[in-house]
Structure formats: C-alpha cells, structure tokens
C-alpha cells in the first residue's frame, strides 16, 4: 500500500507485518541513544486542522526516533484561517518537497481526498478523520492487546483469533471504535459493541460485530474493554446524555471491573474523562493500559512509516541500520 487511509484497506498479514515492524521498532526506546538513521533526508509534515496531544506527539517522536525532518502544521494560526483550501495547503506543502503527509481533519474523507486528488505526490498518512478512521489507533490498540494477551515474543506473527473485544460507550461518533471494528475483525478477535441506542450509527447491523445494550453480562466475557469518551463536540447540545445515568449504565468502575476475567486489560484511546466513562480508580489501576497506549503509539506510528517510506532499506534489527 502506498498509503494508509482505513483500517479496513489492511490484510490481516499487512496488520501482521505492521505489529511485528512495531515490535522491533519498540527495542530502540530501551536503548540509550533512541534513534535510527532510516529516514534521514526524507522530510514529513504533520498537518492537524483538528487538536491532538498523543497523536501529534506520538507521530512527530516516531518520526524525529527515525531521523526524518520534520515540519509540524496545525490549522490554527496558520492562513487556513484566512479561509485557504485544502487544496492551496497541499499544494503548498508539494512545493516545499514533502515526502509524507500525517493528516488529522475534521471532515471524513479529508485524508482520502488529499491521497487520490492528485494535488500531491506525498504519501499520506490518516491520523483521524471526523468520525471515519483512525487506523494508527486501531494498530497501536491491536498491538497492546497482542503484547497483555499473548506476549511481546509469544506474539510475532500472530492475530488476535479469539479473543474476545468488548468497545463501550459513543460508537457513533467514534473513528477509534470504527477503525478498531474493521481492524480487530481482520486479525481474527469477536468483538461486541456496548452502547446506548442512541449512539449506535444507523446501519449498525451491516458491522462486522455483535451489539450489546447490557454492559455487565458482557464484562465476564471480555479478554479486553475499551472505553471510549462521548464526544459532546460532535453533538447536538439537545442530545448529551445525562453524566450520572450514563456512568451508571455505560460507566466503568471499580465494582464493574471486578466482574472481568483476571487476565482481562481496560484500555482507552484517550483523551478521558474521568467520573464520566471510566472512575479514576480503574484509570489508575494496573489493568488499565491507557499510558502503555500511547508508548506503543510511537513503535507503531514508527513501523508505518518506515514500512511506508523506507523503501526496500534493511530491517531495523540489521546491525548496518543501527545507530552507533
Ligand atoms: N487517541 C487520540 O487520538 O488522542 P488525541 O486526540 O489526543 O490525539
């Protein structure tokens, strides 16, 4: 592929390669000097017109941890808001001679448009558009379960057959949930989904997952649950729900998350809110690897580029790659 728009554009052995990529690229964290030549010459931009803290940072470290150089664009403050065009903007940035684009946009289909318009010659890389997609998500939260449910070793070359996913709360305005359905179905787990019926999308029953209105039956039955925020920015005011009730039924507390399997982790996408989907006392608690995600964030977001731009170069464990 040349680029990486959805989730569900991956095989399962390109989501394979990906996670096993990550897992190499996770080595050069431990080291002392935490950087590999790869991309030396090659320049990326980060173009956010929408905000970011994990996915910008994560990108813009992986990238400087493959010594690409790197040009960080964000929509505020920028002639964007004199009412330029994507178009102009990409344009613009072809002129300077990028290499890769990181996309993040409101509008669904924005990274989609800017891959297939001819605009520019830049790879291009989604990192979330609207409610649509956010594949990097979908392959860092793939790769945390792979490393808690099967092991970083234990899990090179393999999937997540069987294993059973349970994503909780606002799916219908969430580009995680979509990204990690189309995503998890493809590496082979069952995945239900757990949710009001008001933010379930419509065509739901087209999805590749079982969908669930009863939160505490499908817990015991969970090697994993992700919560997800609702995303009141994305709503009409009218329809928020009310925070108790909705803690009440769809929330994640410590007495609920007693009723996971042992062996069962708690992630988020991030960012949380606390008292709302998830208490602080599960957020803080050892199950919860919503820190780790973001870590991981960056050996996947390391993996895609260099699977993307690294051309034909040799593995990063080959000893001529490493940083001496
Ligand atoms: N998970 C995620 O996309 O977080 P940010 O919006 O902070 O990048």
């Not at 592929?1 to 569900?8: E, V």
């Not at 017109?49 to 990108?59: A, G, K, L, P, V």
């Not at 010594?67 to 964007?80: E, Q, R």
């Not at 684009?101 to 448009?113: D, E, M």
Request: aromatic share 4%; hydrophobic share 40%; net charge negative.
């Amino acid at each position: 592929q040349r680029h990486l728009i959805s989730a569900a554009d991956l095989t399962r052995d390109d989501a394979v390669l990906i996670l096993d990529t990550a897992e190499e690229m996770a080595r050069v964290a431990d080291r002392p000097i935490k950087k590999l030549p790869t991309l030396r010459g090659r320049t990326i931009v980060n173009l956010f017109f929408e905000d970011s803290t994990r996915t910008r940072i994560s990108f813009e470290a992986a990238e400087k941890r493959l010594s690409a150089d790197v040009i960080n664009f964000s929509a505020k403050g920028s002639s964007v808001s004199k009412g330029e065009s994507l178009k102009d903007t990409a344009q613009t940035l072809e002129a300077m001679g990028v290499d890769a684009v990181v996309i993040r946009h409101g509008a669904s289909g924005a990274p989609y448009r800017l891959a297939n318009s001819g605009w520019i010659d830049a790879v291009v890389v989604n990192a979330g558009d609207g409610t649509h997609q956010h594949p990097t998500q979908a392959l860092l939260d793939a790769f945390t379960m792979r490393r808690r449910l099967i092991g970083p070793d234990a899990g090179i070359g393999q999937d997540l057959a069987g294993k059973r996913i349970t994503i909780v709360g606002d799916v219908l305005h969430s580009r995680v949930a979509r990204s990690n359905v189309d995503l998890l179905h493809t590496l082979g787990a069952e995945v239900t989904l757990v949710a009001p019926p008001t933010l379930l999308p419509v065509g739901i029953e087209t999805w590749p997952c079982a969908v669930s209105y009863d939160l505490d039956s499908t817990l015991p039955k969970s090697d994993a649950v992700m919560m997800l925020r609702v995303q009141r920015e994305r709503m009409n005011a009218a329809f928020f729900p009310t925070e108790r009730e909705y803690s009440r039924r769809y929330g994640l507390d410590g007495d609920r998350m007693a009723r996971m399997p042992e062996h069962a982790v708690v992630m988020h996408p991030g960012p949380m809110v606390r008292g709302m989907e998830i208490t602080a006392e599960v957020a803080d608690s050892d199950r919860c690897t919503v820190v780790e995600q973001v870590a991981n964030g960056v050996s996947i977001r390391m993996a895609v580029l260099y699977l993307l731009l690294g051309g034909n170069e040799p593995a990063v464990t080959h000893p001529r790659t490493e940083e001496k």
